[in-house]
């Protein structure tokens, strides 16, 4: 969850390192650390954001000086955020500094031994006991930095990315991976190790990444070797990076978040580009057609993701059952990986994930995979370890998404996972060829119906005004649009903090309506013309205690604008691409209320973007 940023080449490290914390800061911003090597190793760290860090050294009496050097921005787990618990960490002797994304589960253990030994820790990180466990392994066995690495991770029991500085090697950076991303960018004369590509893109596209269990020695003279714990040499092939520095730029627009949400037409008509033709009436993946007589013939698929992710995959449900006619169950990877599931070899194993690093879902595929089952991902990010692992996959297009509560990856995820129904139901013979082309036809209109939703901010922004001091707040769907009111009430949790809940609209009777009253906001997706009636019953019951009702409906309604305090209008569209479009006012109503509210927006606290640890 934490970024990682290094440097080694003949420019000045840490201008260079700081640029790169300020893209990774959405992977953590509880602290933020940098270290230089320049004869002597300078280790400069803050609490806070990365602006406090650079105000530090500011005010520091030691100019940042050194052409290698790492820096890391942290979201914490073992230590509360401080001073003393940021990273880069050092060893007792000060010759060793270290950052680290991930979790040493073991570090109590290593820590009481490393006591015993005579060591002192000046902080509560897991992440210290690594680096004193190098020191200890180099001291005993008298090996070389790149060994004792290697031989103090075999003793590791956890998810890691880490970098290694030596003050008596000062032309050579070290960096290692177990369950967490990390990524080698080869440039001229400069190389690069970071979590993602962010920091790397704007001085070179050429990136290998690295898999679980490889350590990475980079000398200033350009020579590099890649092998694994056993000492097996690998030889990973050069990527080029399909990104571009304008994408990690606001673009003119305040927030991160507000850009990505108006990205959506972009986002989602590239996510189908090439996989949707409707006047040629055909729908298809690749990652899907290389493999569909398998994937035709399954018994049941099995959805796993977490958080968003889940609920992109609870629309799947209703859009596989209902096109294709197979059963589907919706798992928590973070639940499915602990209990003993029963996996079959002919299930259809979908994993769904925005950076493909979330570390739940890929110890979920693991035990898929080792059942026999066939795993298909559902990614963002190009390399990724889950676009890596999994038999064969989609990426979504989305771009980059720098916003941590996710909006663009949500619809990209929905697209991908529409023409993937419509693509099976086809092939299974379980659609009717008009009913197929119409919801191609209809998918096609999507990008356009956002825009329409998008020049309907203001409104939506006055609603905002009207409830942005609530402390609770309900959201009620039914069918497609059930899953559509939990991304919604998440959203307004992540970044208003306001409390929140998403119900099935039927279930509001059964106990969430005991908590309404005069100033509890209620906002319910009634875009469903299947139980349209029903949800009209609903609305009447809240307001017979006095809730206030915001309403998601279609342009065509007459009915629950009456009755509704207020209302967002949104195009029709065929019920089972509902969801692409009735999430779009969540997105916005949630921004500008947390906005009034004086939050951050695209950092949130206490979260980060992509979860790859436990």
Not at 84 to 112: C, F, M, Q, V
Not at 150 to 162: F, H, N, P, R, T
Not at 190 to 215: M, Q, R
Request: aromatic share 8%; with cysteine; net charge negative.
């Amino acid at each position: 969850m934490c970024g990682i940023v290094a440097y080694i080449g003949k420019k000045e490290a840490y201008p260079l390192i700081v640029d790169g914390l300020r893209k990774m800061e959405y992977r953590g911003y509880d602290s933020a650390g940098v270290a230089l090597l320049d004869q002597e190793l300078s280790i400069y760290k803050k609490k806070g954001k990365v602006q406090d860090l650079e105000n530090f050294v500011l005010n520091s009496k030691i100019k940042p000086t050194g052409t290698i050097g790492m820096g890391h921005t942290r979201w914490a787990t073992h230590g509360e955020p401080s001073d003393r618990n940021s990273h880069p960490h050092t060893s007792g002797n000060g010759d060793l500094a270290l950052i680290h994304n991930g979790i040493i589960e073991n570090y109590a253990t290593l820590k009481d031994a490393l006591i015993e030994l005579g060591h002192t820790f000046k902080s509560d990180t897991d992440t210290e006991v690594l680096v004193h466990l190098i020191e200890e392994i180099q001291k005993k066995y008298d090996l070389p930095i790149e060994e004792a690495v290697k031989k103090s991770l075999e003793k590791v029991v956890g998810a890691y990315a880490i970098v290694v500085m030596d003050k008596k090697n000062p032309d050579l950076i070290i960096g290692a991976r177990n369950s967490s991303p990390l990524v080698f960018g080869l440039g001229e004369d400069e190389f690069f190790l970071a979590s993602d590509a962010s920091p790397i893109i704007k001085y070179t596209n050429k990136v290998i990444y690295l898999e679980d269990e490889d350590v990475i020695s980079i000398h200033r003279n350009g020579e590099y070797k890649i092998s694994n714990l056993q000492n097996k040499t690998n030889n990973h092939q050069i990527k080029e990076l399909d990104l571009k520095l304008e994408e990690l730029e606001k673009g003119g627009f305040d927030h991160f978040m507000l850009k990505e949400i108006y990205q959506q037409p972009a986002t989602i008509e590239q996510s189908m580009k090439g996989r949707l033709n409707a006047s040629e009436g055909w729908a298809i993946l690749g990652g899907m057609s290389q493999h569909i007589n398998r994937i035709s013939k399954s018994k049941r698929i099995i959805m796993m993701a977490c958080g968003t992710s889940w609920h992109s995959a609870l629309i799947g449900e209703y859009l596989f059952e209902e096109i294709a006619r197979i059963p589907v169950e919706v798992e928590y990877a973070s639940e499915f990986r602990y209990r003993n599931p029963i996996i079959y070899e002919d299930d259809f194993i979908i994993a769904l994930s925005q950076s493909g690093e979330t570390a739940d879902t890929l110890a979920a595929i693991e035990i898929a995979k080792e059942k026999g089952a066939f795993v298909y991902g559902i990614v963002n990010v190009v390399g990724s370890s889950i676009a890596r692992i999994t038999d064969s996959g989609s990426y979504i297009h989305a771009g980059p998404e720098i916003g941590v509560a996710s909006t663009k990856a949500f619809t990209s995820q929905l697209s991908v996972i529409t023409l993937m129904a419509l693509y099976l139901g086809h092939e299974r013979g379980k659609i009717s060829e008009g009913y197929y082309r119409q919801l191609l036809n209809e998918l096609e209109t999507v990008p356009r119906k956002v825009e329409q939703i998008l020049k309907k901010n203001d409104h939506i922004k006055y609603i905002a005004s009207e409830i942005k001091n609530a402390s609770n707040a309900l959201y009620l769907g039914r069918g497609y649009n059930f899953p559509v009111a939990l991304e919604g009430a998440l959203k307004l949790k992540e970044i208003s903090y306001i409390h929140a809940e998403g119900y099935p609209a039927a279930e509001m009777k059964h106990g969430p309506i005991a908590l309404i009253d005069m100033y509890m906001p209620v906002v319910v997706i009634a875009t469903n013309k299947s139980a349209y009636e029903k949800i009209v019953s609903n609305i009447q019951e809240v307001k017979a205690r006095k809730g206030i009702v915001i309403a998601i409906i279609n342009e065509d309604d007459t009915m629950i604008r009456e009755i509704a305090d207020f209302f967002i209008e949104i195009p029709a569209i065929a019920e089972p691409l509902s969801p692409l479009l009735s999430v779009i006012p969540l997105q916005l109503l949630s921004y500008h209320i947390a906005l009034m509210r004086g939050c951050n927006v695209d950092q949130p606290r206490n979260l980060a973007k992509s979860v790859t640890v436990e």
